[in-house]
T-cell receptor, first 113, second 113 residues
Framework: EAGVTQFPSHSVIEKGQTVTLRCDPI?????LYWYRRVMGKEIKFLLH????????ESGMPNNRFLAERTGGTYSTLKVQPAELEDSGVYFC???????????FGPGTRLTVL | QQQVKQSPQSLIVQKGGISIINCAYE??????FPWYQQFPGKGPALLIA?????SEKKEGRFTISFNKSAKQFSLHIMDSQPGDSATYFC????????????FGKGTKLTVNP
């Protein structure tokens, strides 16, 4: 069974540009989570989808971040415009049920110059 | 404000030795405490988890010790092997509420042959 996949694996952009990260969860997993790890810090929760609905977006840093989950399948996280402090590794995780184990993707390393 | 504090930041152990990583939490509503293992280029993967109704859980060479009154939990890796070299994250969450994981900052473990 394929795991959680994320694209791209790395992205380097200039401050002020736009970047879109994509996450494909494990097939059949209704719950999808986005997390971010800024270098040297803890992995922090951004938001949680149940199917196509946002269940909890309390961790989204500001309105420059927009997450969507089309048809309850893959999800995108857009950062517009990107700032230097947005640099970090963005992880996506999925789980089959609310209480189920969260399976993490390999992450997207975002560098904003 | 960091809700889960993890130490040490890095740890070097000789092959066959015991690796010990400690975590402390503040939120008494947490009722699920997982440990994640992350290898370079991969996402965090669930290693072992414990609920606060037990004081210890063992799976192979990995043991979680939990002290509810002190609000602390730790991971012990017995007979540490070079293949255990990875970054380890403790985490916590409140099940039945928001399913977001709250992570510690991580411990980079190096096991020397």
């Amino acid at each position: 069974e394929a795991g959680v996949t994320q694209f791209p694996s790395h992205s380097v952009i200039e401050k002020g540009q736009t970047v879109t990260l994509r996450c494909d969860p494990i097939s059949g997993h209704d719950n999808l989570y986005w997390y971010r790890r800024v270098m040297g810090k803890e992995i922090k929760f951004l938001l949680h989808f149940v199917k196509e609905s946002k269940q909890d977006e309390s961790g989204m840093p500001n309105n420059r971040f927009l997450a969507e989950r089309t048809g309850g399948t893959y999800s995108t996280l857009k950062v517009q415009p990107a700032e230097l402090e947005d640099s970090g590794v963005y992880f996506c995780a999925s789980s089959p049920t609310l209480l189920g184990e969260q399976f993490f993707g390999p992450g997207t390393r975002l560098t904003v110059l | 404000q960091q809700q889960v504090k993890q130490s040490p930041q890095s740890l070097i152990v000789q092959k066959g030795g015991i690796s010990i990583i400690n975590c402390a939490y503040e939120n008494t509503a947490f009722d699920y405490f997982p440990w994640y293992q992350q290898f370079p280029g991969k996402g965090p993967a669930l290693l072992i988890a414990i609920r606060p109704d037990v004081s210890e859980k063992k799976e192979g060479r990995f043991t979680i010790s939990f002290n509810k009154s002190a609000k602390q939990f730790s991971l012990h890796i017995m007979d540490s092997q070079p293949g255990d070299s990875a970054t380890y994250f403790c985490a916590a969450k409140t099940q039945g509420g928001s399913e977001k994981l709250v992570f510690g900052k991580g411990t980079k473990l190096t096991v020397n042959p």
